[in-house]
């Protein structure tokens, strides 16, 4: 699945996966080197991008001589479990999202060197904004504008491009050194793209952060025509039907709400197709208690790696009275993530789950690199050539 065209930055990918930044930054970005401690990722990554650039290890064990020439951007998915409001809430000193200092002290050494990448992205899941009471943001932001980068940061959400609720926080860094295109930000938030509460995490930052603050403003999209419906699979791959006790079983696990959403469905007399989840809920005496919630807007709830049977989504199948559900297969979790079915799944049902759950949203990254990322290059490459001149 490599890329054709002609390359004219260059990138450096850690915690790549199965290179879903790549996916979308696109044939004008050639990924000079990649990175990710997952063997079945890693085996992922090399099927459809090749091998001659990727190295398996532990980011805290590779160092700068390991990285080649200067990239134009340097990208950094670092794992979300510790920032997560579904996680432990350990922060950037947990095992797993602590990793990011890892990949800072590399950056660090690329821009003692003299290598310093003009670009920068960061990208996680938007509790880092309010985790440990805003301190992990903050220790972020410091630590780009501390190394000589200006910063801004968005709300990307995948259903303004797919059928599925996936909001991320990217963090993007410009080198101090890199004329901005007018074009790339603007004087205040947008609600598109600046929540309330990274406006509110931005105005608590120090001072010399905020100096360096950049209010990026890429054109918003015109959002998703796609629905759910239109990427399930006709026949699926790796996984089965439930049987109809199976089916009523979830049914049966579902409030009075949920099942009210189902009925109204089968009044409309024609397929609808929609996810349900488990969840831990309280009942009325407080005591905690799985449910079966049922979502029917034409659009997926946010992949999730397969940890437990919870965090799976299944599908349901409308059409008056008849109710079918099954699991979500590989290439329909696949296809939400905005992979082509060109793209190669590893072939555990698992592992392309965890594959899909743990990445990026293709079209997202393709809105990021053609609207901001890529002009801002295309502005540092022109002044480059006039001062050269």
Same mark, same amino acid.
């Given at each position: ?102 990949? *800072? ?5 690329? $821009?003692?060197? &003299?290598? +310093?990448?003009? %670009?920068?992205? !960061?990208?996680? #899941? @938007? ?85 360096? *603050? ?5 054109? $918003?999209?015109? &959002?998703? +025509?796609?629905? %759910?419906?239109? !990427?399930?699979? #006709? @026949? ?154």
């Amino acid at each position: 699945m490599s890329q054709k065209g002609q390359s004219e930055f260059t990138f450096f990918e850690f915690f790549a996966g199965g290179g879903m930044a790549r996916a979308g930054l696109g044939p004008r970005w050639q990924c000079r080197f990649a990175n990710d401690i997952d063997p079945k990722k890693a085996e992922s990554y090399c099927r459809n991008w090749g091998s001659d650039h990727f190295k398996l290890s532990d980011i805290n064990d590779l160092e700068a001589a390991d990285l080649p020439d200067r990239p134009d951007l340097v990208w950094g998915s670092f794992p979300c479990q510790d920032l997560s409001l579904a996680g432990r809430g350990d922060g950037l000193s947990g095992a797993r999202s602590g990793t990011f200092w890892g990949f *800072w002290n590399l950056v660090r050494d690329l $821009v003692s060197s &003299g290598r +310093r990448p003009p %670009l920068i992205v !960061l990208e996680n #899941v @938007c509790g880092a904004i309010t985790s440990h009471g805003g301190r992990d943001f903050k220790a972020l932001t410091e630590a780009l504008t501390a190394e000589g980068y200006r910063i801004g940061a968005l709300i990307m959400d995948g259903s303004d491009f797919l059928p599925q609720s996936r909001p991320r926080l990217f963090i993007v860094g410009v080198a101090d050194s890199v004329e901005l295109p007018t074009s790339a930000f603007g004087p205040l938030p947008h609600p598109a793209w600046h929540s309330k509460a990274l406006v509110q995490a931005v105005h608590s930052l120090p001072s010399s952060v905020q100096d360096a *603050w950049v209010w990026w403003h890429p054109p $918003v999209p015109e &959002g998703s +025509r796609t629905t %759910l419906a239109d !990427l399930i699979e #006709v @026949c699926p791959q790796g996984v089965d039907w439930n049987s109809p006790e199976q089916t009523e079983y979830l049914l049966s696990m579902m409030s009075p709400v949920n099942r009210q959403k189902i009925e109204a469905a089968q009044q409309l007399n024609r397929l609808v197709v929609g996810t349900i989840y488990r969840r831990s809920r309280p009942d009325q005496d407080g005591r905690s208690v799985q449910r079966a919630e049922v979502r029917l807007d034409g659009k997926a709830g946010c992949l999730r790696t397969p940890s437990g049977g919870s965090s799976r989504q299944t599908l349901i199948f409308i059409e008056g009275k008849n109710i079918r559900t099954r699991l979500l297969s590989p290439r329909e979790a696949a296809r939400l993530m905005g992979l082509p079915d060109s793209y190669m799944l590893p072939i555990k049902y698992n592992d392309a789950y965890h594959l899909a759950g743990d990445g990026l949203v293709v079209p997202v990254i393709e809105h990021l690199s053609q609207h901001l990322l890529t002009p801002i290059m295309n502005n540092h490459i022109r002044t480059q050539k006039k001062e050269a001149a």
